[in-house]
């Protein structure tokens, strides 16, 4: 065996009315700017909510396209180039 010591995992908390397993649910907001945590019991079906807490900012996983900044100009398209555009074009003004 190696001498590290293996981390002692956390106690998992408990239901108060039956005591099955407690697991985290989802984050409500609790107002001013706070959100607070709901578990939900997996064996009675109580839920319970923690203690309200600020909301803390996550930076943004991805950039939506439909959400693009205005400065930035119209999305690139690789699939048509300049040439095909203006052949479109010339094609939809001849049949109008």
């Known amino acids: 065996m190696s001498g590290e010591a293996q ?11 039956c005591g099955g397993e ?9 107002g ?3 959100s607070a945590a709901v578990l939900r019991c997996a064996a009675c079906g109580d839920v319970i909510r923690d203690a309200a807490r600020e909301t803390v900012k996550t930076p943004q996983r991805h950039t939506s396209k439909r959400h693009r900044d205005l400065d930035q100009g119209p999305p690139a398209n690789p ?3 300049p040439e095909l555009a203006a052949r479109l074009l010339e094609s939809t003004r001849d049949s109008g």
């Open 7 to 17: 981390p002692v995992p956390r106690p998992r908390r408990r239901c108060a009315k």
């Open 22 to 30: 407690v697991r985290f649910s989802h984050r409500e907001y609790a």
């Open 79 to 81: 699939v048509i180039d």
């Open 32 to 34: 001013r700017g706070t």
